[in-house]
Structures are given as structure tokens and as C-alpha cells.
């Protein structure tokens, strides 16, 4: 199994924004959508293996499971609607302390990071830290069962690095990527480092 946790530290906690206007008004929820897209999507199939943790402004965690997921189309707006209706679920039926699905495979609950870094590993996960000063990955011997967590747009804050230094830190590259592309690039280094046997003839 693979997580990825992705930190939203502007994404609305509230359904009241445009789907218009992600960059804006959402504040970049965009990013996120794409990195659900790229975490899930395959071309004419899903990964069922993957779970998501959008963890916003650490105050709430919304987490996708591609066993459970559908309605999953590779667009920002249609993938910003069902978080818009997570957000809205949570809004008007909140579960106190307990996880709200809100369309399947899709779950909203309070928490941060923290809470989301004990769940994955709850689950046996490894987890990696994705930053630019990390170990080169292609030289790091990863788990197959592995947890990446990454940022939107903006630089981890110091609290955020205080929970995240104690696991291992991984550079994907001399340049920096855009979060989504980071996600791809994980996948694709454990697609091919545990692939089957006679997988590429």
C-alpha cells in the first residue's frame, strides 16, 4: 500500500468557495486536486492501493481511499466538488472525534498532521519526507509499503519540520517540482523498483 499526505495551508475549511476560482478564493485547492489526480489516476484505471491525506490548515484531514473511491474524473473542478462536499458534510453533520464519509471512499474529519502521520503508520507504512534537501531517493532503499508526505506551494512550517524530522527526508531531483509532479515521480520509482517479475517484456 502507498499514502501520500499533502498539506493544504490556505485551502478553505468551509465548502464557500468558487469552483471557478481554485487558485483564488479556494486558495489553491488546485494543487490538491491535482495531486488526488496524480496519486490515483492511471491512464483508463485508478490505483486501488493508495490512500490520500489532505490535511488542511492542520486543523482537518480529508482522506480519499482508492479501493472505496468513485466518481473520480482527472479534472480539478469535478475532483474540487467532492471535497467541496466533504467540506459541506462536515460543516452540517460533524462527527465529534470520528471520521464523516461523504461520498465513497471519501472521509472528513478533524485533525492534522499529526494525526494523519500516526494513521499511516498505524497501518505498517514507512514514512518519507519529501524535501528538496533530502537524500537522492534513487539511492535511499525505500518500502514498498511507503507514506510521502509533501507541501502545496508553500515551504513546510517549523512546526511541521519538528514532526516530520525524525523520518527519513528525500530529495526527488536537483530542481524543484510542482507537488503533483512529485507525487508521479514517487510512484513511478516503486512501480519499478517492486514491479513483478516480467513486467517490462
Known amino acids: 500500500m502507498r499514502a ?8 478553505p475549511l468551509t465548502p464557500h468557495f468558487m469552483l471557478n476560482d481554485l487558485p483564488g478564493s479556494a486558495g489553491r485547492l488546485d494543487i490538491l486536486c ?46 474540487a466538488a467532492l471535497l467541496q462536499k466533504a467540506l459541506a ?19 472528513i474529519a478533524s ?8 494513521h499511516v503508520q498505524a497501518l505498517g507504512l514507512t514514512v518519507y519526507w519529501l524535501h528538496e534537501k533530502g537524500a537522492p531517493i534513487r539511492q535511499a532503499q525505500l518500502s514498498a509499503d511507503a507514506a510521502f508526505v509533501l507541501s502545496d506551494h508553500l515551504e513546510f512550517l517549523p512546526e511541521e519540520a519538528a514532526l516530520l524530522e525524525r523520518f527519513t527526508s528525500l530529495s ?13 515521480i514517487a510512484h513511478n520509482e516503486l512501480d519499478v523498483r517492486f514491479a513483478s517479475p516480467g513486467a517490462f517484456q
Open 34 to 79: 491535482r495531486c488526488v489526480t496524480a496519486a490515483f489516476c492511471l491512464s483508463h484505471g485508478i490505483r486501488r492501493d493508495v490512500l490520500v491525506y489532505l490535511v488542511l490548515q492542520d486543523q482537518l484531514i480529508v482522506r480519499l481511499e482508492g479501493r472505496r473511491l468513485k466518481h473520480l474524473n482527472p479534472d480539478e473542478r469535478s475532483t
Open 111 to 118: 485533525g492534522g498532521l499529526s494525526k494523519a502521520l500516526e
Open 172 to 184: 526527488l531531483g536537483p530542481l524543484s517540482l510542482h507537488a503533483d509532479h512529485c507525487i508521479v
Open 4 to 11: 501520500f499526505i499533502v498539506l493544504g495551508h490556505r485551502v
Open 89 to 107: 458534510a462536515f460543516a452540517y453533520r460533524p462527527h465529534a472525534g470520528g471520521e464523516l464519509e461523504s461520498t465513497p471512499g471519501i472521509w
